[in-house]
């Protein structure tokens, strides 16, 4: 959903009908759309997990996005679609304390599995995965991130309200730790037993509500700042998993552009502050412990899980791999500690 690009169908100047009535029901019931109205829908593209469409009736432009029961991915990967309704109660819980950082929500349908929610235009509101890409990086972009999230976890800690709507162990096995730290497990018998007890341990947390793909593929760079997409893997659980997903994808980075490698960590580095010097519900030391444990496990996941980031080539998959497991064995509880070993290490593996 997070990377909003059209399909081939809208090259070609025809007016895609829904496609299938379910949607023009959902639209006609919630009052999205009148029974004769002419609905023009476009696919979107970018996810492995949902359908998204972008809408276009009298004149109105939203998005529309449904849950799959399973994910486009090569792998077997299935998943409660009632995750649908779960990520809509996080943007209307995250919409509370920053409205800004997410999309108006319009209407849900959680027999269905499908709500529909405002629709961002990219030429405003740019993936921040691919500006990444294209070395468009800015540390203060990055820390907005952080100091988002931070407050998030902060108003959610201790509140067993939040913690019974958010009651999704069996969604976040499914979607987190099943298809990416146990499949590394599978795949990498190494290290299989630290990250089965990994695995594990992260399900016991009860701390905090969790997004569950702060990737940045799924935050846009909106003009007043962030704005968080795709929750549907939301968990009140350990908030460590968000900042060790995010923090991933900034070292995978290095790999995959490493005349950018020194920039990204510096947004590595201003995440970490942003985010653990707000920490106010536990001992930030114990939060980063988690976080180190976890970052190595997740860099292992995604090339090694069902979902393997598409932008590493064969020769950086083992980089990675070789890299991350002695992290994983090790133990690290220091994220500065991480990032001195992935900065030693990706220079060489560039020089090549």
């Given at each position: 959903m997070s990377e909003v690009h059209t399909s081939s169908a809208a090259s070609d100047n025809k007016e895609p009908a829904c496609p299938d009535p379910a949607v023009r029901e959902f639209l006609i019931e919630h009052g999205l759309s009148a029974p004769q109205a002419r609905i023009i829908c476009m696919p979107l593209s970018g996810g492995v997990s949902c359908d998204v469409w972008r809408i276009e009736v009298?004149?109105?432009?939203?998005?529309?996005?449904?849950?799959?029961?399973?994910?486009?991915?090569?792998?077997?990967?299935?998943?409660?679609?009632?995750?649908?309704?779960?990520?809509?109660?996080?943007?209307?819980?995250?919409?509370?304390?920053?409205?800004?950082?997410?999309?108006?929500l319009l209407a849900l349908d959680a027999e269905r599995g499908m709500f529909a929610m405002e629709f961002l235009d990219p030429a405003r509101f740019p993936v921040w995965k691919q500006l990444l890409l294209d070395g468009v990086v800015h540390s203060a972009v990055t820390a907005s991130v952080a100091t988002i999230l931070v407050h998030l976890h902060q108003a959610s800690a201790g509140h067993e309200?939040?913690?019974?709507?958010?009651?999704?162990?069996?969604?976040?096995?499914?979607?987190?730790?099943?298809?990416?730290?146990?499949?590394?497990?599978?795949?990498?018998?190494?290290?299989?037993?630290?990250?089965?007890?990994?695995?594990?341990?992260?399900?016991?947390?009860?701390?905090?509500?969790?997004?569950?793909?702060?990737?940045?593929?799924?935050?846009?760079?909106?003009?007043?700042?962030?704005?968080?997409?795709?929750?549907?893997?939301?968990?009140?659980?350990?908030?460590?998993?968000?900042?060790?997903?995010?923090?991933n994808h900034l070292l995978l980075k290095c790999v995959a552009r490493p005349n950018f490698a020194l920039t990204y960590l510096n947004c590595f580095a201003a995440f970490r502050t942003a985010y653990?010097?707000?920490?106010?519900?536990?001992?930030?030391?114990?939060?980063?412990?988690?976080?180190?444990?976890?970052?190595?496990?997740?860099?292992?996941?995604?090339?090694?899980?069902?979902?393997?980031?598409?932008?590493?080539?064969?020769?950086?998959?083992?980089?990675?791999?070789?890299?991350?497991?002695?992290?994983?064995?090790?133990?690290?509880?220091?994220?500065?500690?991480i990032a001195e070993v992935w900065r030693a290490a990706v220079t060489p593996h560039a020089a090549l």
């Open positions: 009298d004149g109105r432009v939203f998005c529309v996005k449904r849950a799959l029961p399973r994910l486009r991915v090569d792998s077997v990967w299935e998943a409660p679609v009632s995750r649908n309704a779960t990520e809509w109660a996080w943007i209307e819980f995250a919409g509370r304390h920053f409205p800004e950082a997410v999309p108006k309200d939040v913690a019974a709507r958010f009651d999704t162990d069996r969604a976040f096995h499914a979607l987190r730790i099943e298809p990416y730290i146990l499949e590394a497990a599978r795949r990498n018998p190494d290290v299989s037993s630290p990250l089965n007890k990994l695995a594990e341990q992260t399900l016991t947390m009860r701390i905090a509500l969790v997004h569950g793909d702060v990737s940045p593929k799924n935050i846009l760079v909106g003009p007043d700042g962030p704005v968080f997409l795709d929750a549907e893997t939301a968990w009140y659980g350990d908030p460590a998993f968000d900042l060790a997903f995010c923090l653990l010097n707000s920490v106010t519900w536990e001992r930030s030391g114990d939060l980063e412990r988690r976080v180190a444990h976890l970052l190595p496990a997740l860099l292992l996941a995604r090339v090694d899980g069902k979902s393997p980031v598409e932008y590493l080539c064969e020769r950086d998959r083992c980089f990675v791999r070789e890299t991350a497991c002695p992290l994983i064995l090790s133990g690290r509880d220091s994220l500065d500690e």
